[in-house]
């Protein structure tokens, strides 16, 4: 059977919807862009505790007293976690995403259940989202709005939106046809009978289906946070990249909370605000005396609790003020932007804070983000990141930089050769090179774990390297992920179990385990890469002194390791502080590195 060419064709479409729609995808980058960053304000504002308390007092309302101390010990500990902003920003989306596809998903739904033929052209489409794999909605989400909040909102509507349409018609049709048939009777118009009759009735089942948008919308946290939105999903991917459990234990912890609080409310607000549901409460109210812990006090008095809490927020000035910062002859960047984005590798990690750290003392607006590999280089190539400084040239980021290249400047190595390797724990004594690989197979299992497929590594593995050895027929290279590698490389090397995995030089796993290099004394691995900085089209002519420090600048093995060791050390969150630390024990490194001559202090004091 001839073979469909369908990707070609998805390709080919999108080419088209990039060069003639961009216009379109730019103004909605934009309004998302903008109403995420208005309920994020809202949410980031107040005190922590306070924010803490206002969310009590409407589960309180809603659910009860006990509730109410629940939800507050649940954002008591989110802040204990030092995850409060990060959990702010994944309810501003969540939110945010929620209202657009409710917006879209009940009037689709009224009329999917007012017309079959809606209907049955909306059950395939629905189908579709629904099993689609959540990944695959981020990929063209990225295309056409590029990495950030906008992209993430995009991809957790499309996601979360089917079972909204679903409920919706669901409730509608459930509505008992008499009492349709008795307001039509009664000379009502269709509108009168949606709205008074159908929808009032239908709500318990309409409110069953936002609580799934929500609790869809936060399972898709995690996956958007590969498209930089940071929040708690950017935490939970950090912690697979640098395989840190706890950390990433800690950030599933906040988002629990959120989705339980999130769907105890949505369940209680639908009992409040359906006839049904009010009529059913206030029975159970009459029929057995209210025990204090299931007080819920009236919706004034929460009113005037919620009032008072901002009133009161507001006295003590918690709600922060932006900080100004004074003008030197050294702060040449006078504020302009800059955005690094980095990998979750060791050197990426040091040499991005080490950057931000340093043009932020030059007077830069700096941020930070962490990105998967792929979304980085697409973010770096379409202008969204300014450059990244962990780019292995030519051979392990190779893929990348054939795909990408032509939108990217190069600014040089600044640190290498690195080397490519296979490599084992240091108790497997009876293999020290490649070639003993091919006598020890059936311990191995024949496997050979692997990283990205796209990493240039694994090409020159399975094309050059096996084959250069004899073992192409002997072992399968198994395709996965960085942390997929390095977990499976933990659980083996604690049960003291033979395995073989691609490791790369500097790498912090050869200074957590025990690990040899296998020779390659036929050179199969070629020679090492250097870590180059990349950066977007026109960053140079955009930032000439920031390109020119970036092109000058190099570090030794023992700097980098130095700097490494000193932020592995100070801990998660405190990266930067770790760099500070670093530079004042290096005294001279920054004028070295970000040097100020007198025509650029004269620009920055003109």
Known sequence: MPRLHLGDWVDSGVDWLLTHLAWLFDAVKAVLGGLYDAVNAVLTAPDALLLAGILAVVAWWLRGLVAGVLAFAGFALIDSLGLWERAMSTLALVLVATAIALLVAVPLGIWAARSKTVSAAVRPAL???????????????????????????????????????????????????????????????????????????ALPTIMAGVNQVIMLGLSMVVIAGMAGTGGLGGAV???????????????????????????RMTSALGTQISPLGRRAAARARTASAVRPWAHRPRPVVAVVGVVVLALV????????????????????????????????????????????????????????????????????????????????????????????????????????????????????????????????????????????????????????????????????????????????????????EPVVVTLWSPHWAYSDYDLKKLKDPRGAWGEGDGVHTVARTGFADDNPDVARWLKDFSMTEEQLTGLESKILKAGRGKEQDAVRAWLEKNPGLLDKWAPVDGSARNRAAG
Request: proline share 4%.
């Open 127 to 201: 189908d579709l989202l629904q099993t689609m794999p959540s990944m695959v909605l981020l990929i063209p989400a990225i295309l056409f709005f590029g990495l950030g909040t906008a992209a993430g909102v995009v991809a957790t509507l499309i996601f979360a939106i089917a079972p909204g349409v679903r409920m919706t018609e669901l409730g509608i049709r459930q509505v008992d046809a008499e009492l349709v048939e008795a307001a039509e009777a009664f000379g009502t118009t269709p509108r009168d009978t949606l709205f008074r009759v159908q929808l009032p009735l």
């Open 313 to 496: 927020a507001g006295g003590m000035n918690v709600f922060g003020s932006a900080g100004t910062t004074e003008a030197s002859g050294s702060r040449v960047g006078e504020g302009r932007e800059v955005r690094i984005g980095y990998l979750p590798w060791d050197e990426g990690i040091a040499s991005t804070y080490l950057w931000k750290e340093m043009l932020e003392r030059r007077g830069f607006d700096v941020t930070a983000t962490q990105y998967a590999a792929g979304p980085l280089y697409t973010g770096v190539a379409t202008g969204q990141v300014d450059f990244q400084t962990d780019a292995w040239l030519p051979t392990t980021h190779g893929e990348y930089w054939s795909k990408y290249g032509e939108d990217l400047e190069d600014l040089g190595s600044w640190y290498g050769p690195t080397s490519l390797e296979l490599t084992v724990p240091a108790y497997m004594e009876d293999v020290n090179s490649l070639a003993d690989l091919k006598n020890h197979a059936a311990d191995l299992d024949g496997r050979i774990i692997g990283i990205e497929p796209s990493a240039g590594m694994m090409g020159l593995l399975k094309d050059r390297v096996l084959k250069e050895y004899g073992l192409q027929d002997s072992f399968e290279v198994v395709d996965g992920s960085t942390p997929a590698m390095l977990a499976e490389l933990k659980r083996a090397y604690a049960n003291r």
């Open 237 to 263: 991917n950090e912690a697979i990249g640098r395989l840190e459990i706890g950390y990433g234990f800690e950030a599933g912890v906040a988002i629990v909370v959120l989705a339980i609080y999130l769907d």
